[in-house]
């Protein structure tokens, strides 16, 4: 979709990701629990409106205590608290009991393995350690929400959630089988993020127009000693945030897009299409040009950003919670800036952007009492409130309601690094797209080739290691993979 100058904040994000939690990256911190003294017991609650129901049909009277196993990753943990003050202060009789963590997945994980109902919490965070979350949801262990789709938002009385959210939200949202076990509330932009200020003392340019152009900025910048992209090495994939969407830029120029989109969702030719080789191929070539960190195996996120913060580095491959995620480390005079790398060499042709929809998602516990789902599936709705939406946006949380714009106070309250998102996308012919798939794969093999694709990367980025052998190799046990699942 072509973002226009009059509508491009209402169509920016028409993508899911194919990997739902790859909408933020994980912070430092302890586990942190707020307690709530209420239960599911039926013990009233006070209330001072009339009759004893809501508008949404449940008892004003009935305490219900909901437990949430928090991810607390770059968009903090603010929004969430924020969102739980608002829910609660309208439904008094419901209390949250917050266990946050940046490596909640592992208690997950744990929980779900022991199968224990009761010790589970009612709701999580979708953050899991490999297949665990994927196998869980095919086994029925969640609850299924894709009825949430035809339900009212709070706010927009009259109007289905389907309809209020930003387009192709539903279709590319995660699921399994078909069927949704989360139901987003946000969304994230995967790219280069930089220093405008550092960008225009040392003037490089800032919106390359054709891959040549965007070679020439690496070469300058390199030429001035500074690190031309960095990524961690501890989390490899962070690099192809820039690329994802590149093979799709490369398929349309080529005029071969909607052959490749329909391969490319249901997991045909994952490493052996042209186009993806192609932009393999690159990479490589930037590698051997020394374009990205020495040891970037020994950095992590927090590591590789800061070294963009401290002008070590002049472009990071981050998603655009890196500013929250940052916050108290961002220096005076730092602004927000973003490119993709254009894959054409004709300038004024789009430039694909990859944009995720899973932000602050949640899962409910299947075996959990029906009075606790209900009220666990009202949050979920209430996430999706211009209020809580705006709140969202000052911790990085792209908006995902395409009405959110229509309030021209609410784009005040976003901050710098999705203001840079959206300022480069109206500039530059952006189109968003989305690294989804329409299958998922838990077969050993599917596992297998992923790997195999994954520890590549930094001798790739190193100029060390051709990707194509690699990528036949993982071609090949995809290909058995595929011939399974027929």
Not at 162 to 183: C, H, P, R, W
Not at 276 to 296: C, H, I, N, Q, S
Not at 442 to 463: F, H, R, Y
Request: hydrophobic fraction near 40%; include cysteine; proline fraction near 5%.
């Amino acid at each position: 979709m072509r973002v226009s100058s009059r509508n491009w904040m209402a169509k920016i994000f028409i993508v899911m990701l194919a990997f739902a939690m790859v909408v933020g990256c994980s912070s430092g911190g302890k586990d942190t629990t707020t307690p709530a003294p209420s239960d599911n017991s039926g013990t009233p609650a006070p209330s001072d409106a009339a009759g004893d129901v809501y508008e949404n049909g449940l008892s004003k009277t009935e305490k219900v205590k909901i437990r949430w196993g928090y991810w607390e990753n770059g968009y903090g943990r603010a929004w969430a608290d924020n969102a739980v003050a608002k829910f609660t202060e309208k439904y008094p009789n419901v209390s949250f009991e917050i266990t946050a963590s940046p490596v909640i997945r592992d208690l997950i994980g744990t929980k779900i393995a022991a199968k224990n109902d009761e010790d589970m919490f009612d709701i999580v965070s979708p953050s899991f350690n490999g297949d665990e979350g994927t196998i869980a949801q095919q086994a029925g262990m969640f609850e299924e929400l894709t009825d949430l789709w035809e339900r009212e938002v709070p706010d927009a009385p009259g109007k289905k959630l389907k309809d209020v959210v930003l387009d192709n939200t539903v279709e590319y949202s995660a699921k399994v089988d078909g069927k949704f076990y989360q139901i987003p509330m946000g969304a994230g932009t995967l790219g280069l993020f930089y220093d405008k200020a550092f960008f225009k003392e040392h003037g490089w340019n800032e919106a390359p127009k054709t891959y040549s152009e965007f070679l020439a900025l690496l070469e300058d910048i390199k030429a001035d000693g500074i690190i031309p992209i960095t990524y961690p090495g501890v989390y490899p994939t962070y690099v192809h945030f820039a690329l994802t969407m590149k093979p799709f830029e490369l398929a349309q120029q080529q005029g071969n897009l909607e052959a490749f989109t329909k391969d490319f969702r249901a997991g045909v030719n994952m490493y052996s299409a042209p186009e993806v080789k192609e932009m393999w191929t690159r990479l490589y070539d930037m590698g051997k040009k020394g374009y990205f960190p020495e040891g970037a195996a020994a950095l992590n996120h927090t590591q590789s950003q800061m070294q963009l913060l401290q002008h070590k580095a002049a472009l990071a491959a981050t998603g655009d919670w890196v500013e929250n995620e940052m916050l108290d480390s961002i220096p005076d005079g730092f602004e927000w800036g973003f490119m993709a790398i254009p894959f054409s060499e004709k300038a004024g042709e789009e430039i694909w952007v990859e944009n995720v929809i899973g932000s602050g998602s949640l899962m409910i516990w299947k075996n959990k009492p029906e009075l606790m789902k209900s009220w666990a599936k009202e949050f979920a709705l209430f996430l999706m409130t211009n209020d809580i939406q705006a709140v969202n946006g000052a911790s990085g949380i792209a908006p995902i309601r395409k009405d959110f714009a229509d309030n021209a106070e609410n784009l005040t309250k976003l901050q710098k690094a999705p203001q840079a998102v959206l300022e480069y996308v109206k500039n530059n012919n952006g189109r968003f797209g989305s690294g989804v798939r329409d299958v998922t794969f838990s077969e050993p093999d599917a596992a297998k080739a992923t790997k195999l694709v994954t520890e590549m990367i930094v001798e790739v980025t190193a100029g060390k290691k051709d990707p194509l052998p690699v990528l036949e190799e993982a071609d090949k046990l995809m290909k058995k993979v595929l011939e399974g699942k027929k």
